[in-house]
């Protein structure tokens, strides 16, 4: 009888546990609420960092790097922006590809970051359903001139991170990936992969170079 | 005069063979490279685009920087604006005969506040009040009668359009009250220094666009194209589905 005792109580445990580790997962930011947060606290570490209002891009390049690009599905990115050309790349073309393009993205962004002075962001009402595993998170920066509309495309991580990951950005109807697609595509029809690299290289070094 | 006849004709066939020759090599040129159907001028565009960069760096960007720097902020804000006002009159006019009632009602009620409250325009109160801008004109209104965007095309000091804004412009004058004014010194600068309101407006954007490109070119195509389409639907347009890498 102590057996049984045992047992129950051990069942009721694993349930108990079980329910807990349930609880954790739906306890997984809104994506609107994690986009808000990520979006305020960038904003908000520029506004208060005098190097970084003027024009230290090193220390934002550094802000992207390691307050945004953890929250950014960057594989997914550069496969995406490469094509069918991807899976006949080796895993070094990949690596080398993945590397370039993210140092490409890091230094863009952080470029138009160095430009904020007092915006706001205000997250628009998000329209997905709750089963959604990728949907679209629509913002806008508000502040100096014509409001700029900045959205994401999000993808369900779940128990990863924040829950969600960052693999699309639209700025004023331009999608990232969809405009580098064709860039890159460009670059591989003449010179192939490897001449893709050299290019990433290439336009990498005469950006750091404008420092 | 039987001989300069013949030199005359030799010189003529010989251009005209240059020229098809040519014509040949611009178009096999363009075949070879992955043509962008809706780019069918693509070599043509590409040598116009080189053009205006060339154009921009010497002479306009200069210009532009050099205004930003003498001129006070508040003042350039006070330009911008005034333009704004002006631009707000005809997108309320394009608002309205495409429908779009939040949009006209938006931007005519901009033009009112900032035309009184604004000084002329010249402070921008609607946007203090949040009363959201609604750019459109002629070319927009067209594509939302259905007309399709056409080819793209770069005109020379102007930039890149799709034939549709071109064939558009016409009516874009019309619908610009600095075109009204009739003393012709003020109405030329007056039409100067929205170029270069405009033009400083995109010094920073224009910056990002270079580091960010590997084909300054392309990269400006498509995001002109993408644009237009954002516009056309209000930002809500069909989505297209992703391929998976």
């Known amino acids: 009888m102590n057996r049984q005792i045992f047992f129950r109580q051990w069942v009721l445990l694993m349930l108990a546990s079980m329910l807990c580790m349930g609880r954790a997962w739906a306890d997984d930011e809104a994506p609107d609420a994690f986009i808000k947060r990520v979006s305020v606290d960038v904003l908000d570490t520029i506004k208060a960092d005098k190097a970084m209002r003027n024009g230290d891009i090193g220390r934002i390049v550094n802000l992207v790097d390691t307050r945004i690009m953890p929250h950014v599905d960057f594989q997914r990115m550069t496969a995406s922006a490469v094509g069918p050309g991807w899976r006949q790349a080796t895993p070094e073309q990949q690596k080398r590809l993945q590397d370039e393009f993210k140092i490409l993205l890091v230094r863009t962004y952080a470029g138009a970051l160095s430009q904020v002075s007092d915006q706001v962001v205000v997250i628009k009402p998000l329209r997905a359903s709750p089963e959604d595993k990728e949907l679209v998170v629509k913002t806008e920066v508000r502040g100096g001139g014509d409001p700029i509309q900045l959205d994401y495309r999000l993808e369900k991580t779940p128990g990863q991170g924040s829950g969600w990951r960052i693999y699309n950005l639209n700025v004023l109807g331009v999608w990232l990936v969809e405009t580098y697609k064709s860039q890159f595509a460009q670059e591989i029809n003449a010179k192939g992969i490897d001449g893709l690299i050299e290019s990433l290289a290439a336009r990498n070094k005469t950006n750091s170079k404008k420092v | ?245």
């Open chain 2, 1 to 245: 005069m039987d001989r300069v006849g013949l030199r005359v004709k030799n010189h003529m066939a010989r251009t005209a063979m240059g020229a098809v020759a040519g014509l040949l090599c611009l178009s096999s040129h363009a075949l070879a490279a992955q043509a962008d159907p809706r780019d069918p001028f693509e070599s043509f565009n590409r040598s116009v685009y080189s053009f205006n960069d060339s154009l921009d760096r010497a002479l306009i960007k200069p210009v532009a920087t050099a205004y930003i720097k003498v001129t006070p902020h508040w003042m350039r804000k006070g330009v911008t604006n005034f333009f704004g006002n002006v631009g707000d009159v005809w997108y309320a006019i394009n608002n309205a005969i495409t429908l779009k009632r939040q949009a006209t009602g938006d931007s005519v009620g901009r033009v009112m506040i900032n035309s009184t409250v604004g000084l002329l325009g010249f402070i921008d109160v609607a946007s203090d009040m949040n009363i959201e801008k609604h750019p459109a004109d002629f070319g927009l209104t067209l594509g939302r009668w259905g007309m399709g965007p056409g080819p793209y095309v770069v005109v020379p000091v102007l930039g890149p359009y799709t034939l549709r804004e071109v064939v558009a412009w016409p009516v874009d004058y019309t619908g610009n009250l600095v075109s009204y004014v009739h003393d012709i010194p003020t109405r030329d600068g007056l039409t100067l220094l929205s170029a270069l309101d405009l033009r400083a407006s995109y010094l920073k954007a224009g910056e990002v666009i270079d580091g960010a490109a590997l084909d300054a070119y392309s990269f400006t195509r498509d995001s002109y194209f993408q644009r237009q389409r954002y516009r056309l639907y209000d930002g809500e347009e069909p989505e297209s589905p992703e391929p998976a890498p």
